[in-house]
């Protein structure tokens, strides 16, 4: 297992992290063998977060069979508009995971300018965190997101968190820019589960595999950002201990991309290319605002997946959890298109974006959509 400097934290982080979103099951004894396993094979970051169900509590058990100094440990709590509402929250994280001290904190969920704001708050939530990293309950602090660049640059350029949990992957690059900012001002970088938001690629489609030859796509996707130094950890779920086998291919793999690496990852940009030809959407975002709110970028770049590489079962779950809300998840599905037009002079692709938003609104509707862990 390779490890990381983890920005400006300092924390020597293993290249992926455990992280237990996943973790949620009534087994607390078969929870703590994924733990200790991962532990075992050099992993020594554990990341869990108060909405996460009962994984804080099976993290307390897993840890009684730890030595605490060995692995660091962070948790995600979600800004509150005050700083008792906050106190609360962190206060109950921390009796159930079991602890005293926190490695790190992460302000969970800063996906728009309100919570943004919540955060920074100095009369609340941030007068809070100052407290918490006073009096040394708290090592380090940092925020996740799933909210869209402009936040991320927002949040990251006040200059306050030492780290930044976000979504960067092959299959969406649109947050390049965050991810060369937070290395800019030294902070460290974790990207959210490139194996499931990525893609699903721990199922790939035959498409996938057959493009990614002679290397499995979890792994091929993994390295593309390893091989990133602005990249410092990974983090993987894992509800069994065999979950965690396929990982171990690249786990001390941090140099450069090969060039069978680079051929395979070209193979993907060509079929990408062959397969939507002149309805490529390069998820450049010049199409927003949508008057009409509906979430055209990501919407067409889920219909690149289905179309170009079969990645039905991916588009389909992600497509659906679409709700308008600006949130988790950002923008309306795509039947919500009044056909005004004002996006179409706007893209430099010129695509004809009406007709293939209802398109992907055709593909890829179903029920609606679950956060893994609401």
Not at 121 to 146: C, N, Q
Not at 307 to 328: C, E, I, K, P, Q
Not at 352 to 372: C, E, N, T, W
Request: net charge negative; aromatic share 10%.
């Amino acid at each position: 297992m390779q490890y990381r400097r983890f920005g400006k934290t300092e924390l020597p982080l293993s290249i992926f992290s455990l992280g237990l979103m996943r973790y949620m099951n009534d087994d607390p004894d078969r929870s703590a063998e994924v733990v200790h396993r991962a532990v075992k094979l050099g992993i020594n970051h554990l990341e869990t977060a108060r909405g996460y169900g009962t994984s804080e509590k099976l993290l307390n058990h897993a840890l009684q069979g730890l030595d605490r100094t060995s692995v660091y440990v962070t948790t995600k709590v979600r800004p509150e508009k005050t700083y008792d509402a906050f106190m609360r929250q962190f206060d109950e994280s921390m009796s159930q995971i079991g602890i005293d001290y926190l490695d790190n904190l992460d302000l969970h969920g800063i996906n728009n300018a309100e919570k943004l704001a919540w955060a920074v708050d100095e009369k609340e939530t941030w007068r809070a965190v100052t407290k918490l990293l006073d009096d040394g309950t708290v090592g380090h602090i940092g925020f996740s997101t799933h909210g869209m660049l402009e936040t991320i640059l927002d949040a990251i350029n006040t200059r306050l968190f030492e780290s930044v949990n976000l979504h960067y992957y092959w299959f969406m690059q649109r947050n390049a820019p965050a991810v060369r900012r937070a290395a800019e001002l030294d902070m460290g970088v974790f990207i959210i589960s490139p194996n499931e938001k990525g893609g699903m690629l721990f199922q790939p489609t035959e498409k996938l595999v057959e493009l990614a030859a002679p290397f499995h796509p979890m792994n091929l996707a993994q390295r593309w950002l390893l091989a990133q130094p602005e990249v410092h950890t990974l983090s993987l779920g894992a509800a069994v201990c065999g979950d965690l086998d396929q990982h171990l291919v690249v786990a001390d793999d941090v140099g450069p991309l090969s060039p069978e690496e680079e051929t395979a990852l070209a193979r993907w940009e060509q079929q990408y290319r062959a397969a939507l030809g002149g309805d490529f959407c390069t998820h450049c975002h010049e199409c927003l605002p949508c008057p009409a709110g509906v979430g055209i970028p990501d919407i067409l770049r889920l219909r690149n997946m289905k179309v170009a590489f079969d990645m039905h079962a991916y588009a389909t779950f992600r497509y659906n959890l679409l709700d308008g809300s600006y949130d988790w998840f950002h923008g309306h599905p795509g039947d919500h298109c009044t056909e005004c037009g004002e996006c179409l002079p706007r893209c430099p692709e010129r695509l004809g974006i009406p007709r293939l938003v209802f398109d992907a609104h055709d593909l890829l509707k179903s029920k609606p959509g679950r956060r893994l862990w609401s």
